[in-house]
């Protein structure tokens, strides 16, 4: 189920942030304290694969998370591009694979926050965990949101 807030966000256990892609998928978990958050591998999907909501939700099982935290990109000016239309049906679509609270976060520039934080690296490994660290950035935002609150 899609949450309009963080209210009725559970307030303790592992949490999972997603920086979507139509391809590559950049995934980071919690520990169960919020204290910690890591990046993990990205979800990367073959060409003709379209099941990345089942996969995304296959890893939240795997993680033991209690909710999942989805970037919303928007314009600078706040409002939606096609983009953000296409984060919105990944998130309805991920409803389909699992019972978890979902909430959105803007994630405006978290790619380029990340990619500042890894310095000078190598284009492959730039590529193979910049996404990751984007999802890492997104859910360290949301759980300062929800610890304000």
């Known amino acids: 189920m899609i949450l ?3 209210k009725a966000f559970p ?3 592992r949490i999972i942030g997603v920086d979507w892609g139509r391809r590559r998928c ?3 978990v919690s520990s ?8 993990r591998n990205p979800i990367v999907m073959p060409r003709g694969d ?3 909501a089942r996969r995304v939700a296959d890893f939240a099982t795997d993680e033991d998370a209690v909710g999942i ?3 919303l990109p928007l314009h600078g000016d706040g409002t939606e591009s096609e983009t953000t239309a296409m984060v919105r049906e990944f998130s309805q679509n991920l409803c389909a ?3 978890l609270p979902i909430c959105f976060i803007p994630e405006n520039l978290t790619s380029y926050a990340a990619q500042a934080e890894m310095g000078r690296v190598r284009v492959r490994d730039l590529k193979q965990r910049l996404d990751s660290n984007a999802a890492r ?4 935002n949301a759980i300062a949101v929800m610890r304000r609150q």
Do not use: H, K, M
């Open 69 to 71: 935290i989805v970037g």
């Open 11 to 13: 307030a303790l256990g």
């Open 4 to 6: 309009p807030d963080f």
């Open 50 to 52: 379209n099941d990345l």
């Open 26 to 28: 950049g995934v980071a």
């Open 32 to 39: 169960a304290d919020r204290e910690f958050v890591f990046a």
């Open 97 to 99: 694979y699992t019972d």
């Open 137 to 140: 950035i997104i859910l360290e």
